[in-house]
């Protein structure tokens, strides 16, 4: 008999007595801690485990506990149990559920039956090892043995032609809750042992050992001592070519030779893989090897879509050693390989282009086929450059007589390259290429092929140019006697740029200029030139430039060719000084607020020169200009990314919001470079960041409490379009809803009631998800039944509810329908008939009863021919359907039989063989989220009949 002991969470554990001595214990799942360290049957506070006799007395004497696997153990006790109930007792939190530190088991008495039958099962041995280097043989019982019963010359090693017996010299320990023999080989022995023939088995003689109970063994012949790891299983990932190799025991991972690897499948012929191009990847000792397979043509065809029957081949030679570094046998094994399919899309990860080498590299994912065909029908540039005359050629192909990629091989790196151009015979990319492509363009090993990229989404392409930087146009700008622009044909680095010794002012006939500083504009190509003298009007300098480096490979510029520009000073036009046309706030500690730290961005509608700016240069004031504010303590004020841009860090106190204004004064502090002041009349707003409108996005119920309709603690899950502001609290956004149009509604809903319930309440469970639990007597259902039909949620009005900008709810926002989490229709499990006299007729007062999966509400109105009853297979009873013969409790859906069911009245009880109503009555049986009920398949289900 067995017998259940709950386990913590409700799961069995089974004892089954065997014999007079052994109990067999079963558990559900793996466990830890059952064994004879718990102190089994020992007296005192610490015992953990006892046997009680039918009486209630321990059986005493002494008991062992073996491991058959982790969730099945053997109990064998010194003394005989009887016939009769017997318990046995475990202490609480002694035995752990594997994998766990806190399941453990609480204090149990289990009682199981006895048997008188004596153990008369001998041991068999189950397995056995030989090891050279420790010098044992290791010998596993199918049960507890007694060592002192071991004859050791009952044990033989032999290779099949000398036999070796162990002697009395060999040492026995008993292990592995006494399952386990080692046996320490006496020098000697040892020898003997080690000198036979690789092939090595273990022969045990009758009565060799006994068990606990006394029972011999009996003889054995032929159980293999081999310590060759062989091959067991294997398995292939095609999408990062490992494959992975298994062994029946650990492995020295360097002794292992690739090249004694072959694959084969049904894709073709075998191949062997190759050493120093499939490379092994694990590094540490163990059963399991990974090897990194190259992608070549037979690793491709391996992978095909079609291939099966896929095998791998180890040829084992003696250099293959297990992780013992025992004598290996040579010998070939041959395993199936689990396959897993690589469906994952090559992806264009990087491009990028060296202008100085010409070489176009295209960099994937994964590798593709190098397919000049499909790569030069479907592969484009955009922004090429015509060679000829330096305009913009738009769109150009990609020339596949220049891939320097093998063809047709496999590759995760794709390289065009030529000397004069990868493109076509007149063009070249330029900074501003990109590139695009076709769907299918590139194919890998596994058949899965690229998705497109549009040219509208081309994607940009890393330009390393090597050449040295010009100065371009060869015509200086004037900007005043004192100051001179000049432009790179390519952006340089500003540390280079604005050496003021890497540039001379130079005019025959004329003093040379002193240049004492330069700046680098923000577009890294503007350079603004000041010279300590008044240039002479009228006068042709030189400027020449030297030792300036591009950005594009740190190539210094040449200092005898494309270095110079030309200027003729002229009398100076001041122009217009700067106007503020733009302020762009800039959330710096992204705490969506104004506060120490934040930028100003200010942007004037030309290059500005900055010197000694104070908060005093603007002035600032409320949208309503009626009261200043304050930029805050410690502000600063410093250029910004564009040469026509200021940024103000804002210092502590700062007192701003949004819809204040800023308003430049006329100081010298802010110049055009010709040195007009900027102008003092340009007011702008400081706008938040983002001004949209939060608005509702999604909105779940959910029939928390299962009762079948839309009621008291069911819930709603609203999603919303951005982060919330959760300081508010969210039952801010409950409301009355009985009038949308009233002051202060915050939740309209199509029902014009007090949608979620009087007393509702509401919580963030993040910021952009808000639990609404519903309040008594909800309306978010049709007044017919009470499920949610299609209520529909929008924003509210009231200016409290907000996202992390302040931006208030979107009260105009297109309504959002209440979706259901629950999209189970129910079904109907049973029926009954409960029948006042069930085995005579039918009669008014009966009632038929059905029960369904789940709690479900039932709409009053009826109609004729709304439910059936049939005898055999016609319909020979309907019911005449009056307006409250049905009724609903959770899951019970009640007909009460009405004195006008004519068709029914008088029918024999036990005469109807099935029950089922029409789509119809199905239509009007459904859950709180309108899920109707699944009308029963063919005449409907049977019937029981009980007394009412």
Not at 147 to 172: C, H, P
Request: charged share 15%; net charge neutral.
């Amino acid at each position: 008999m067995r017998v259940c002991w709950v386990f913590n969470i409700h799961e069995p554990l089974f004892f089954s007595a065997i014999n007079a001595k052994e109990v067999e214990v079963t558990f559900s799942k793996a466990v830890t801690g059952f064994n004879n360290t718990n102190a089994i049957f020992a007296a005192g506070p610490t015992k953990n485990y006892d046997i009680l006799d039918p009486t209630g007395a321990t059986i005493g004497g002494t008991a062992n506990i073996a491991k058959i696997t982790d969730a099945k153990y053997k109990v064998t006790t010194s003394a005989e149990m009887g016939v009769g109930e017997y318990t046995f007792r475990i202490n609480k939190d002694v035995v752990t559920a594997a994998g766990s530190t806190t399941e453990k088991n609480p204090l149990q008495f289990v009682k199981f039956q006895g048997t008188a039958a004596k153990d008369t099962t001998p041991p068999v041995v189950s397995t056995a090892n030989y090891n050279a280097i420790a010098k044992t043989v290791v010998v596993n019982f199918s049960e507890p043995v007694k060592v002192e019963s071991v004859d050791k010359t009952k044990f033989v090693v032999t290779d099949g032609t000398t036999q070796v017996a162990f002697t009395v010299n060999e040492s026995a320990i008993l292990s592995n809750n006494d399952t386990t023999v080692t046996f320490g080989l006496s020098t000697a022995t040892a020898s003997a042992v080690a000198a036979l023939g690789a092939t090595k088995t273990l022969n045990v003689a009758e009565a060799a050992i006994k068990d606990k109970a006394d029972n011999a063994i009996a003889a054995v012949t032929g159980v293999s001592l081999s310590p060759v790891a062989q091959l067991q299983s294997a398995s292939f990932e095609a999408a990062s070519n490992v494959l992975t190799l298994n062994f029946t025991k650990p492995v020295k991972v360097n002794t292992l030779t690739v090249s004694k690897l072959t694959l084969s499948s049904s894709a073709g012929a075998p191949f062997a893989l190759v050493e120093g191009t499939d490379t092994i990847q694990t590094a540490t000792n163990g059963k399991e090897v990974k090897i990194k397979l190259a992608e070549t043509a037979d690793t491709a065809a391996f992978k095909g879509s079609a291939v099966t029957n896929r095998k791998v081949t180890l040829t084992q030679d003696s250099t293959f050693k297990s992780d013992e570094a025992e004598p290996q046998t040579v010998l070939t094994s041959t395993v199936d390989v689990a396959y897993t399919a690589d469906t994952g899309k090559p992806v264009l990860v990087s491009t990028t282009y060296n202008a100085t080498a010409k070489k176009l590299v295209l960099t994937f994912s994964k590798p593709v086929k190098a397919d000049a065909v499909a790569i030069g029908t479907n592969v484009k540039i955009t922004d090429a450059i015509v060679i000829a005359s330096g305009a913009s050629a738009g769109t150009d192909t990609l020339n596949v007589a220049k891939m320097t990629t093998t063809l047709n091989t496999y590759s995760s790196i794709l390289t065009f390259e030529d000397t004069t151009t990868i493109i076509t015979a007149t063009n070249t990319l330029s900074p501003k290429s990109k590139i695009f492509f076709a769907k299918d363009a590139f194919v890998d090993a596994a058949g899965n092929k690229n998705e497109a990229v549009t040219a509208a989404n081309a994607l940009p392409i890393t330009y390393i140019d090597q050449t040295a930087p010009t100065v371009s146009p060869a015509t200086a700008t004037q900007l005043t006697l004192t100051k001179v622009q000049i432009k790179f044909d390519k952006p340089v680095t500003k540390a280079t740029a604005e050496t003021a010794a890497n540039y001379t002012v130079k005019a025959p006939g004329a003093a040379d200029l002193t240049v004492t500083s330069v700046e680098l504009m923000a577009d890294e190509v503007t350079a603004v030139i000041t010279v300590a003298q008044e240039a002479s009007i009228g006068v042709g300098y030189t400027i020449k430039v030297a030792n300036v480096t591009s950005k594009y490979g740190n190539v210094a510029i040449s200092t005898t060719a494309g270095n110079t520009a030309t200027w003729t000073p002229t009398t100076p036009v001041p122009g217009t000084g700067p106007a503020l046309t733009k302020v762009k706030f800039v959330d710096a500690n992204s705490n969506y607020k104004i506060d120490a730290g934040d930028k100003l961005e200010l942007t004037y509608d030309q290059q500005i020169v900055i010197s000694g700016i104070t908060k005093d240069d603007f002035a600032l004031a409320q949208g309503t200009g009626s009261a200043v504010t304050t930029f805050g303590t410690g502000a600063a004020f410093t250029a910004g990314a564009t040469s026509n841009q200021l940024v103000i860090t804002l210092g502590t106190g700062v007192d701003i919001s949004f819809g204040n204004t800023i308003t430049p004064v006329a100081t010298p502090h802010i110049k055009s470079l010709t040195g007009v002041n900027a102008l003092a009349s340009a007011v702008q707003t400081i706008a938040s960041p983002d001004a949209t409108l939060p608005a509702i996005t999604k909105a779940e119920y959910e029939d928390t409490n299962a009762d079948g309709k839309v009621s008291q603690g069911d819930r709603i899950v609203l999603a919303f379009s951005k982060n919330m502001d959760r300081a508010i609290a969210a039952s801010t956004l409950l409301g009355n809803v009985t009038n949308p149009d009233a002051a202060g509604v915050t939740l309209v809903t199509s029902a014009a009631a007090v949608a979620l319930g009087t007393g509702a309440t509401a919580e963030w469970l993040d910021a952009t998800t808000m639990r609404i639990t519903l309040g008594a007597t909800p309306n978010l259902h049709s007044a017919a039944q009470e499920f949610l039909g299609t209520a529909t949620l929008v924003g509210g009005t009231l200016a409290s509810v907000k996202d992390l900008w302040g931006n208030q709810l979107d009260k105009t926002q297109t309504p959002v329908a209440v979706e259901k989490t629950d999209k189970v229709r129910p079904t109907i499990q049973s029926v009954a008939i409960k029948a006042a006299a069930p085995t005579g007729s039918l009669a008014a007062g009966d009632k038929i009863v059905f029960t369904m999966s789940e709690a479900v509400n039932v709409a009053a109105a009826g109609a004729a021919s709304d439910l059936i009853l049939y005898q055999g297979t016609d319909a020979t009873a309907k019911t005449a359907a009056t307006a409250d013969q049905w009724a609903v409790s959770g899951t019970t859906v009640t007909y009460t039989i009405h004195a006008d069911d004519v068709a029914i009245i008088g029918v024999a009880a036990q005469n109807i063989s099935t029950i089922t109503f029409i789509p119809a009555r199905a239509a009007k049986i459904s859950d709180a989220s309108g899920n109707t009920t699944v009308t029963p398949a063919g005449f409907g289900l049977v019937p029981t009949v009980s007394k009412l």
